[in-house]
């Protein structure tokens, strides 16, 4: 079993719609969680960081729940630019060093 | 401010060539990861330096792989006698340790033929 796991997709909705993503991981000592977008042959970077008490940033919002090891992101008034993979990602502290383990991705296409 | 880079961005190489791949993260972040990405998969972490301290390796492969940062600031990854298998995209990522936030260089596509 992988330790994050996601809907590889594709997820295909038009322009305007809302949109959400889950994701489960398996390690109950993850302490960090975000979101990482990564556009196609490109480098993933940083969307957002994950907290317990949900939060939101512009048309995203991201929550938490620990105790269903659950991570979700929600895209509101989808944009074509909105079109990518978006990973989900957890942190391990200690002396684990603050390696990131992904899940596989989930792609969505936007569509006019 | 320049952020990761990474060279060769691409590189093919027939079976059992070495080949060496560079990072050269942004100024000043100590903290140095490696990850590797197959198609249609999340990245895979590989190995993790603190400044010129490799403290964490379970990542690697196999003993073909060998990564080192002699100085604490360029890193490379080595692999050795290639197989078709480690074809994927190779990331670098740095981060200064007051974040979590990692930035990541734009890879190097290796293609094993």
């Known amino acids: 079993r992988k330790e994050v796991e996601q809907d590889p997709g594709p997820f295909n909705v038009p322009e305007g719609a809302t949109v959400a993503f889950n994701c489960t991981y398996s390690n109950s000592a993850s302490q960090s969680f975000f979101w990482y977008r990564q556009d196609c042959r490109k480098e993933p970077k940083l969307l957002m960081s994950?907290?317990?008490s949900g939060n939101e940033d512009g048309r995203f919002t991201a929550q938490l729940n620990r105790a269903s090891q659950y991570i979700s992101l929600l895209i509101r008034d989808s944009k074509l630019s909105d079109s990518a993979t978006y990973l989900c990602?957890?942190?391990?502290?200690?002396?684990?060093?603050?390696?990131?383990?992904f899940g596989q991705g989930t792609e969505l296409s936007v569509k006019p | 401010g320049a952020g990761v880079s990474q060279s060769p961005r691409y590189k093919v190489a027939k079976r059992g060539q070495d080949v060496a791949l560079r990072c050269d993260p942004i100024s000043g972040h100590v903290s140095l990861f490696w990850y590797q990405q197959a198609l249609g998969q999340g990245p895979e972490f590989l190995t993790y330096f603190q400044n010129e301290a490799q403290l964490d390796k379970s990542g690697l492969p196999s003993d073909r792989f060998f990564a080192e940062r002699p100085e604490g600031s360029v890193s490379t990854l080595k692999i050795q006698r290639t197989q078709q298998e480690d074809s994927a995209v190779y990331l670098c990522?740095?981060?200064?340790?007051?974040?979590?936030?990692?930035?990541f260089g734009p890879g190097t596509r290796l293609t094993v033929t």
């Open positions: 990602v957890v942190n391990l502290l200690g002396n684990q060093g603050g390696k990131l383990i």
């Open positions: 994950v907290y317990s």
């Open positions: 990522a740095s981060t200064d340790g007051s974040s979590y936030e990692q930035y």
